[in-house]
């Protein structure tokens, strides 16, 4: 199997391809023998998109034109079913480079939640590197797993996932100081610090996501406490599309605002204390444990997506990945799927962990 993380060329069966037509509508298709995308627009057929290169226009029966390009990972990540909130390309981008994710690194992730990060480190990592995902729910996991193999076709060797609470199966997954770069995306990632600071190599970068400022300020106040990492950074990302044409030349009416925080800090060596920790540890804090509690997402009632919905997901993910296997010959569908469905890209609805 090939490590190949970026598809190019021609259209192959089993590819991915996103077509835009009448009215900038999308459809995300998986080409196979004797596939056919229906609308009332027409018919086009997959052995037309075969063989053509990435980019082309294609005209269906009805003689509308519809654009064929294999999607981008951001395209993928936002169109993807997910069993969990998504990170956002914006803020994927950024944990990137925030939490410095170079080829080879050895990286530990949790939640894997719908796998969008997921997919966003293993490119990072390069065939050479090693991501282990951590995962307290089961399906979550499934979905996540078929996100990305669909996305790139295969398993990448470089993967593996854990399924289980980080802070119970991180010390027994990862040798004491191996890993390189840690990335929490989950609602309390105080509660795993400990687990990861043991985890981490000196120097090591740990960044956790968090959507709300009472978690930013309670995981801020938890890394410093435990006197073993650098200063907490924290920052938002804020990305501001343009109209450009001709003079009318804004800013988009539109954006994602708040999706949520990122925060970092370095792991030191044993023992060292920095000048300004010493100084710190003389002042009294000004919070109390309670006081951070009570505004966490859970405290003040955000939803958590029902047991059927998370099923209907793991479902939706499963048939994605089956149909890709199938046009590209490589294994038959899950029992029970109906594997030849059109996988038509939709936004689904968003939830929240
Ligand atoms: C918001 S989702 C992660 C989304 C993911 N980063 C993505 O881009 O698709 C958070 C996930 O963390 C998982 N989780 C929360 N606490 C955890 C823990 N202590 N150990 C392992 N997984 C955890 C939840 O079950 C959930 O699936």
Redesign the pocket.
């Known amino acids: 199997m090939t490590e190949d993380l970026r598809p190019s060329g021609p259209f192959r069966l089993g590819d991915r391809v996103q077509l835009t037509g009448p009215k900038g509508r999308l459809h995300t298709v998986t080409l196979r023998e004797n596939g056919e995308l229906h609308t009332h627009h027409g018919v086009l057929k997959h052995e037309q998109i075969v063989g053509q290169p990435d980019g082309s226009v294609l005209t269906n029966s009805g003689g509308h034109e519809y654009l064929a390009l294999r999607p981008l990972l951001r395209d993928f ?1 936002m169109s993807m079913p ?6 956002y390309p914006k803020d ?1 981008a950024q944990i990137l480079a925030s939490a410095d994710i170079f080829p080879g690194a050895t990286v530990v ?10 997919l966003w480190l293993l490119r990072a990592i390069g065939p050479s590197g090693r991501l282990v995902s ?4 089961e399906e ?1 996991s499934q979905v ?1 797993e078929a ?1 990305v193999e669909t996305f790139l076709g295969h398993r990448p060797a470089s993967w593996q996932v854990v399924v ?4 119970e ?1 991180l010390p027994t997954a990862l040798e004491a100081g191996s890993v390189d770069r840690v ?1 929490l ?5 105080w ?2 610090i400990d687990v990861v600071a043991d985890a981490l190599t000196p120097g090591g970068v740990v960044l956790c ?1 968090v959507a709300t400022a009472t978690q930013l300020s309670r995981v801020a106040e938890y890394v410093r406490g435990t006197g073993l990492f650098t200063e907490p950074e924290a920052s938002e990302t804020m990305v501001r599309g343009w109209h450009v044409e001709g003079l009318a030349v804004r800013p988009d009416h539109r954006m994602v605002a708040h999706t949520g925080f990122l925060i970092t800090a370095r792991r030191l060596a044993p023992g060292a204390v920095p000048p300004d920790v010493r100084k710190r540890a003389l002042k009294k804090p000004s919070y109390a444990d309670e006081d951070v509690e009570v505004w966490t997402p859970g405290a003040v009632g955000d939803r958590e997506i029902t047991d059927k919905n998370l099923r209907k997901r793991v479902r939706e993910a499963q048939r994605a990945v089956d149909g890709a296997r199938i046009a590209s010959g490589v294994a038959g569908p899950a029992a029970g799927l109906d594997a030849a469905a059109e996988d038509v890209g939709a936004d689904p609805e968003p939830v ?2």
């Open positions: 990540v997910r069993g969990a909130a998504i990170v994927a992730e949790a939640g894997v939640g719908s796998g969008a990060l997921s951590f995962e307290r729910r979550f996540a996100n289980g609470d980080l802070v199966a990335v995306d989950m609602l309390a990632p509660e795993c996501y929240v962990d």
